[in-house]
């Protein structure tokens, strides 16, 4: 068979790793435990960056672009080179140095991260949505001390400046004349710094925090060789459709691959899915300062943006503005959902919409560096329920019991996935660690089933999560917040079926006798502790306790039923 026939999926991936040097694989040991990798992919994410010049066209082309503000592949680098430079003369920052990162998507978020990379520092992602008390739960739970923060991020910081001897590096409208800023930073390093450090692969890179079933969000703690296991991953995946599907005489021409980032870059769905993806693709960035549909097309129209990727309701909205106004966006080649399921039917409807763009669906987790399950086209217009399958070469899965047994395929069972993708620890956590981490498999927490093609289908969650628009939400940190009410006895949070967002917080609550409680006083009451995404916006109260399970404990899904009608 030649490389320009059609090849089923196993063809292509065998054709893909055998033929091309860059996806050739071998076998590593990282404590103990054995992984596939690529053989030929760099040590660490500044390395990968220096190695990609000559994919961007050595300078001769943009990379990245928000409103009016331009970058060339090595201006970016450039400017990364020098926050880098200021970072460790001015402030001492060395290898494993953790800095952090809350704002919104700007620019300097981007050129920020690889600054701290480039040191060998650990980047730590701060949630742009937290309050100064979750953001003091982080800060005491990662210890940086030195963070980057735009206006708003900085004056709910600024509370806590004194209790966690915080520099904080003010980035646009966070900027002030008598304390460090970006720009002052930038302007003090010279025009040809060069940083650099000797980074192992398996050194911690990033920090990101993850909802969780115990309430407050745990810090997943990457490795560069995690992330660029994910990237190596996800650009492999581009070489698989042309052997596959071999492009007839009426196909559109192919297009320098443009993505356009609706998503918040403190996430890993816009962090590693796209922004540093971007590097080895390669591809230019355009990033939005606000998701609006409306503007979205125009950014595709203007960009010729090739690569859409956003949470079910952003792609949902990104079509009815196309009906509307009747764009055709003849650039976009892909459609593309993460962060929460997209609803089945929805699939359909973005195939004729986009008659020219694949419709595609992914599943991973903060734990993964994203990293997991995917698909696209006639596989998941066919399969709309379904997550897809697992990227090749270098990931295992396995569907297991509550005993850790493997279940053969078409049974129900917990997800397991086994890759160099996978995170170091959670920090600070070891017995939580333990209990997802054994043997370099992760437990997910998700119930699924694998078929005889190897598609997976997610079907339920072990853990108390709500996805709503993308974002994970805590049951029990939402649950949290509300028992400190003086008049709530007991909470119970679950998810609400929401035809845009997914998901929506709802909550059943126990009221102290005579007491009452509005959704604008509870919602006033929550402001206070909780990110606005996370307040319930569906609420039940009563006088009497909860639905109790057989061992005395709330049951979440009987009270779900009781409130809906409807099983969870």
Request: glycine share 8%.
């Amino acid at each position: 068979m030649t490389a320009t026939a059609s090849m089923s999926f196993e063809q292509a991936v065998h054709h893909v790793t055998t033929t091309n040097p860059m996806f050739h694989t071998t076998r590593v040991t990282v404590n103990g435990v054995s992984y596939k990798a690529f053989r030929n992919c760099p040590p660490s994410i500044p390395d990968l960056m220096r190695d990609c010049r000559e994919r961007h066209g050595n300078d001769a082309a943009a990379y990245l672009a928000y409103q009016d503000e331009c970058w060339t592949y090595d201006e970016f680098r450039r400017d990364v080179n020098r926050i880098a430079w200021s970072l460790r003369e001015q402030l001492g920052v060395t290898k494993g140095t953790r800095v952090a990162i809350a704002m919104r998507n700007y620019p300097e978020f981007m050129i920020s991260f690889l600054a701290i990379s480039s040191l060998g520092a650990v980047v730590v992602n701060l949630n742009a949505w937290w309050t100064s008390q979750e953001l003091d739960y982080a800060l005491s739970d990662c210890e940086a001390r030195v963070i980057f923060a735009d206006g708003p991020r900085a004056a709910r910081l600024e509370p806590l400046r004194k209790r966690h001897d915080l520099t904080i590096i003010g980035v646009r409208d966070g900027e002030q004349a008598d304390a460090p800023c970006y720009s002052s930073m930038l302007r003090a390093a010279p025009d040809d710094a060069a940083v650099t450090a000797a980074i192992h692969p398996d050194d911690d890179f990033q920090i990101m925090y993850s909802s969780g079933s115990t309430g407050h969000p745990k810090g997943v703690v990457q490795t560069h060789r995690g992330a660029v296991t994910a990237i190596y991953t996800w650009v492999m995946q581009m070489s698989l459709k042309p052997l596959m599907f071999p492009a007839g005489p009426d196909a559109p021409p192919a297009l320098p691959v443009s993505v356009l980032i609706v998503t918040p870059l403190f996430h890993t769905t816009a962090c590693h899915t796209m922004f540093l993806y971007s590097l080895l693709a390669p591809a230019t960035v355009t990033l939005m300062y606000k998701w609006d549909p409306y503007e979205a097309i125009r950014l595709i129209e203007a960009r010729n943006v090739t690569r859409f990727l956003g949470v079910p309701t952003q792609s949902a909205e990104l079509m009815e503005a196309v009906r509307e106004t009747g764009a055709a966006l003849p650039s976009l080649r892909y459609v593309g959902a993460g962060g929460a399921k997209r609803p089945a039917p929805q699939v359909a409807q973005l195939a004729r919409a986009f008659p020219q763009a694949d419709i595609g669906t992914g599943w991973g987790m903060t734990e993964t560096n994203a990293l997991g399950i995917g698909m696209f086209g006639d596989d998941y217009v066919k399969r709309p329920d379904a997550a897809g399958r697992l990227y090749p070469p270098v990931q295992e899965i396995r569907i297991v019991n509550d005993a850790g047994a493997e279940l053969p395929p078409g049974s129900l069972g917990e997800i397991t996935v086994r890759s160099l993708a996978n995170m170091r620890c959670y920090l600070n956590q070891p017995a939580e660690t333990a209990r997802v981490l054994k043997d370099g498999w992760l437990s997910t927490g998700d119930i699924g089933v694998i078929d005889d093609e190897g598609f997976v289908t997610i079907l339920d969650r072990k853990k108390h999560i709500i996805i709503r628009g993308g974002e994970n939400i805590s049951c029990l940190e939402v649950e949290g917040a509300l028992h400190g009410h003086p008049d709530v006895i007991e909470a119970c949070a679950f998810p609400v079926p929401d035809e845009r967002l997914g998901e929506i917080v709802g909550i059943a609550i126990q009221l102290r006798p005579g007491a009452g409680m509005s959704l604008d006083a509870m919602s006033d009451y929550l402001g206070q502790h909780l990110a606005r995404f996370k307040i319930p916006q569906k609420l039940w109260c009563q006088y009497e306790p909860l639905a109790r399970g057989a061992t005395d404990k709330t049951d979440r899904r009987a009270v779900r039923l009781v409130c809906l009608g409807a099983p969870a």
